[in-house]
């Protein structure tokens, strides 16, 4: 298991941007994930939001956010990031990142087996 701290949650006005950060430690060198962004809002259930297979940098997005968010994939910096533009109220929630284990790529029933803690972010209107 890796560790992830995530960070660049805030508040934003509807239309603004967020860079959200998860710092990745305990990788192993040369050794691929499927790194993940979850989000969950008040009383909804946890929605995965955005996917990356850091081996290829394969990326998906959920219907929502496409257009707007960017997943990547700093080896150097051992960082997962999302980019969001045009964030509107309904982006709200606490946003979470996961990491698969090694060399599984990415996959509907993947079940991730790191977790960091959140960072919040609210989009006013």
């Known amino acids: 298991q890796v560790q992830l701290v995530e960070s660049g949650g805030g508040s934003v006005r509807a239309g603004g941007s967020l860079r959200l950060s998860c710092s990745i430690s305990g990788a192993s060198d040369n050794t691929a994930y499927c790194m993940a962004w979850f989000r969950q809002a008040p009383g909804k259930e946890r929605e995965q939001v955005s996917t990356i297979y850091t081996r290829a940098n394969i990326t998906h997005y959920v219907d929502s956010v496409k257009g707007r968010f960017t997943v990547s994939h700093d080896k150097a910096k051992n960082t997962l990031y999302l980019q969001m533009d045009s964030l509107t109220p309904e982006d709200t929630a606490m946003y979470y990142c996961?990491?698969?284990?090694?060399?599984?790529?990415?996959?509907?029933?993947?079940?991730?087996?790191?977790w960091g803690q959140g960072t919040q972010v609210t989009v006013s209107s």
């Open positions: 996961a990491a698969g284990p090694r060399w599984i790529m990415c996959h509907p029933a993947l079940e991730y087996d790191s």
